[in-house]
């Protein structure tokens, strides 16, 4: 059973910075994509970026140009840096690992971006 453990979030002002990590207790975390999600009250989850093995990125349109996805395999780390940040970022940021068919999630952390 692969755990999932998201830390880093908080409530920032709107411009502001957080950066997020995901620590992972999979034996093969360099071989696998990892993926942040979020969901904000009453939408459905998203994806927000995705870094493959071989550390090519995307993100999604929103986040583009303000938010930056990597790994750190030696210590089973994924980050999402966070930049500029608006309100609309303010959600339940999620870590995600799928092992072939399996999907593994992380309990999630919370960003609020207000005044």
């Known amino acids: 059973q692969v755990q999932l453990v998201e830390s880093g979030g908080g409530l920032v002002q709107p411009g502001g910075s957080l950066r997020l990590s995901c620590v992972s207790s999979?034996?093969?975390?360099?071989?696998?994509?990892m993926r942040w999600y979020r969901q904000a009250p009453g939408q459905q989850r998203e994806l927000v970026a995705a870094i493959t093995r071989g550390n090519i990125t995307n993100y999604a349109d929103s986040v583009k140009g303000r938010f930056t996805i990597s790994r750190d395999n030696n210590k089973n780390t994924v980050y999402l840096q966070m930049n500029n940040l608006k309100p609309d970022d303010t959600a339940t940021y999620y870590c995600h690992l799928r092992i072939i068919i399996r999907e593994y999630w992380g309990q999630g952390t919370e960003v609020t971006v207000s005044s």
């Open positions: 999979d034996s093969s975390f360099s071989h696998n994509t």
